[in-house]
């Protein structure tokens, strides 16, 4: 069996209390991790803080660089990994990893870009003749907290851009999937990581996640995750920077005038990847009345395709859910909504954590499933009436992550990108589309409009030193 240990600065801890990581698809063990203390978390702290030879920018790319390379001779083991773990389907880990891959190349060339900006002091009446300069310095320490659904990339969506800011982090990462996150943080040390500038603590609560939280020497608590935990985060974090990823809600606009091939898959592709389970999965379809009948007829015969089954099948395009407890929830939020008038014209019939790419039809618009974010392979089909009635259902919800709307009509897509009240618009694209360096992040309860992804994650994780000379 593997046994991996949390490490702080850059040496694992020896303890007694281990965390066993099981399958979700057969619940076999997977490995233990020997977990940390309230005591571990201090001393991470303080290593952090007592870091001062921060590399010099060639070097944290040279790191970077490093890293990507050896991810790359190990794709396939790390995706095995995040399999094990998490049971989601090696079609999904694999590209997991090349994400990763793709996270970790912009962070190296990004370490290497110049970010100060100069300003001429001689513009006003009140200006004199000197010159204002900023130049990027590191934080003093950073917390970075990663939920389970993407057990890799999420972890290196914090790190990567930490390292190229120069700033030692400590991570958090999921318990259900902590094994990929230990992996990753080892092949960062092979890499050159000098110790001090990671440690990775796993552990109850109120000795991790808590401490580092409530630390006033930690500077930034960056979190992703759902939105309980960020609120509670953000009541209890005092005075330092905090980054918030939360939940979406996210809706899939289907205009009648739209490519209803395109928009048949990227109703799929957005619901049932990754087993439903990203933030910017889509949650709710919103397709208007003339075509609702031959879209839905459509993206029934689609569902098919999306074999759901043991995720370590090549075959297979649908995992697992994150545990059985997760599918349960699934399972209670379609009754529900079936008990209030709705019809499942596919899937629904649950099988431990297997819960299988389901399409619901006259979904009720105050039923949890679409009210709640719902976190896995469900496409709810609600009707609307033009793109006014679309727009005001999808704001109607307290999250604010991200859209799609399929549209042939600039004008439609145009007002969608103006009215939409959330993080990203994508024109005949799922919400989810991204690349890693691109702003990426929501509002309302689905975050506080911080972005990140790779350069804006660098901002978050420096702050701007600004210096004039005479000139
Ligand atoms: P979660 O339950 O909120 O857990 C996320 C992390 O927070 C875990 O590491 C968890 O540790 C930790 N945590 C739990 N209680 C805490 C506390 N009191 N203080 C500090 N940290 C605490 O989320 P999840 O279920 O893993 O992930 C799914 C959620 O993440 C969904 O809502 C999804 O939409 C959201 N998400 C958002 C984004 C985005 O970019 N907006 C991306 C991906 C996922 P334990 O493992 O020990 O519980």
Same mark, same amino acid.
């Given at each position: 069996?593997?046994?991996?240990?949390?490490?702080?600065?850059?040496?694992?801890?020896?303890?007694? &209390?281990?965390?066993?990581?099981?399958?979700?698809?057969?619940?076999?063990?997977?490995? #233990?991790?020997?977990?940390?203390?309230?005591?571990?978390?201090?001393?991470?702290?303080?290593?952090?803080?007592?870091?001062?030879?921060?590399?010099?920018?060639? +070097?944290?790319?040279?790191?970077?660089?490093?890293?990507? &390379?050896?991810?790359?001779?190990?794709? #396939?083991?790390?995706?095995?990994?995040? *399999?094990?773990?998490?049971?989601? !389907?090696?079609?999904?880990?694999?590209?997991?990893?090349?994400?990763?891959?793709?996270?970790?190349r912009f962070a190296s060339i990004e370490s290497l870009r110049d970010d100060g900006q100069s300003f001429a002091c001689d513009v006003s009446p009140q200006g004199k003749a000197r010159r204002i300069f900023t130049t990027r310095e590191p934080l003093g320490c950073a917390a970075c907290i990663t939920?389970?659904?993407?057990?890799?990339? +999420?972890?290196?969506?914090?790190?990567?851009?930490a390292i190229a800011a120069g700033t030692p982090v400590i991570l958090k990462p999921s318990e259900k999937t902590p094994l990929t996150a230990i992996r990753f943080a080892e092949l960062l040390y092979e890499a050159g990581l000098p110790g001090p500038m990671l440690s990775l603590l796993l552990g109850?609560?109120?000795?991790?996640? #808590?401490?580092?939280?409530?630390?006033?020497?930690?500077?930034?608590?960056? /979190?992703?995750?759902?939105?309980?935990? =960020?609120?509670?985060?953000?009541?209890?974090?005092?005075?330092?920077?905090?980054?918030?990823?939360?939940?979406?809600?996210?809706?899939?606009?289907?205009?009648?005038?739209?490519?209803?091939?395109?928009?048949?898959?990227?109703?799929a592709e957005g619901s049932y990847r990754n087993s439903g389970q990203r933030c910017t999965a889509v949650k709710r379809i919103l397709v208007h009345e003339k075509i609702e009948v031959e879209f839905t007829r459509r993206l029934v015969e689609k569902t098919r395709e999306y074999v759901c089954g043991?995720?370590?099948?090549?075959?297979?395009?649908?995992?697992?859910?994150?545990?059985? &407890?997760?599918?349960?929830?699934?399972?209670?939020?379609?009754?529900?909504?079936?008990?209030?008038?709705?019809?499942? $014209?596919?899937?629904?019939?649950?099988?431990?954590?297997?819960?299988?790419?389901?399409?619901?039809?006259?979904?009720?618009?105050?039923?949890?499933?679409?009210? !709640?974010?719902?976190?896995?392979?469900?496409?709810?089909?609600?009707?609307?009436?033009? $793109? @006014?009635?679309?727009?005001? *259902?999808?704001?109607?919800?307290?999250? @604010? $992550?991200?859209?799609?709307?399929?549209?042939?009509?600039? #004008?439609?897509? $145009?007002?969608?990108?103006?009215?939409?009240?959330?993080?990203?618009?994508?024109?005949?694209?799922?919400?989810?589309?991204?690349?890693?360096?691109?702003? /990426?992040?929501?509002?309302?309860?689905?975050?506080?409009?911080?972005?990140? =992804?790779?350069?804006?994650?660098?901002?978050? /994780?420096?702050?701007?030193?600004? /210096?004039?000379?005479?000139?």
């Amino acid at each position: 069996m593997l046994t991996l240990a949390c490490y702080v600065a850059g040496k694992p801890v020896t303890s007694s &209390q281990t965390l066993a990581v099981k399958n979700p698809y057969d619940g076999s063990t997977v490995g #233990e991790v020997l977990v940390a203390s309230r005591g571990d978390t201090e001393l991470a702290i303080n290593a952090a803080r007592g870091f001062h030879a921060t590399p010099t920018r060639y +070097q944290r790319s040279a790191i970077l660089d490093a890293a990507r &390379q050896k991810l790359e001779t190990r794709r #396939e083991e790390f995706a095995r990994l995040i *399999t094990s773990e998490s049971g989601l !389907c090696l079609r999904e880990t694999r590209y997991e990893v090349g994400r990763a891959l793709d996270v970790l190349r912009f962070a190296s060339i990004e370490s290497l870009r110049d970010d100060g900006q100069s300003f001429a002091c001689d513009v006003s009446p009140q200006g004199k003749a000197r010159r204002i300069f900023t130049t990027r310095e590191p934080l003093g320490c950073a917390a970075c907290i990663t939920p389970f659904n993407h057990p890799l990339n +999420q972890v290196a969506h914090k790190i990567a851009p930490a390292i190229a800011a120069g700033t030692p982090v400590i991570l958090k990462p999921s318990e259900k999937t902590p094994l990929t996150a230990i992996r990753f943080a080892e092949l960062l040390y092979e890499a050159g990581l000098p110790g001090p500038m990671l440690s990775l603590l796993l552990g109850p609560v109120k000795d991790i996640a #808590e401490p580092l939280v409530e630390d006033p020497h930690v500077e930034l608590i960056s /979190f992703t995750g759902s939105v309980n935990v =960020g609120k509670r985060i953000a009541s209890h974090a005092g005075y330092k920077k905090v980054v918030l990823e939360l939940g979406g809600n996210d809706p899939l606009i289907v205009l009648e005038d739209a490519d209803l091939d395109l928009a048949v898959t990227l109703a799929a592709e957005g619901s049932y990847r990754n087993s439903g389970q990203r933030c910017t999965a889509v949650k709710r379809i919103l397709v208007h009345e003339k075509i609702e009948v031959e879209f839905t007829r459509r993206l029934v015969e689609k569902t098919r395709e999306y074999v759901c089954g043991n995720p370590a099948d090549e075959a297979t395009r649908v995992g697992t859910v994150i545990d059985e &407890q997760a599918a349960i929830y699934l399972d209670t939020v379609v009754k529900e909504a079936v008990a209030a008038g709705a019809r499942v $014209l596919a899937g629904g019939d649950r099988r431990g954590a297997l819960f299988p790419p389901t399409v619901i039809t006259n979904v009720p618009r105050d039923c949890r499933m679409v009210d !709640c974010e719902s976190f896995g392979p469900l496409a709810p089909i609600l009707t609307i009436r033009d $793109l @006014g009635d679309a727009i005001e *259902t999808a704001n109607g919800t307290a999250f @604010g $992550l991200s859209s799609g709307i399929v549209t042939r009509s600039l #004008e439609s897509a $145009l007002r969608a990108v103006r009215e939409l009240k959330c993080g990203t618009v994508n024109v005949n694209e799922v919400p989810g589309f991204r690349v890693e360096n691109s702003p /990426f992040g929501g509002i309302k309860d689905s975050g506080l409009g911080i972005k990140e =992804g790779v350069i804006e994650a660098m901002k978050c /994780f420096s702050y701007v030193k600004t /210096f004039s000379l005479p000139w």
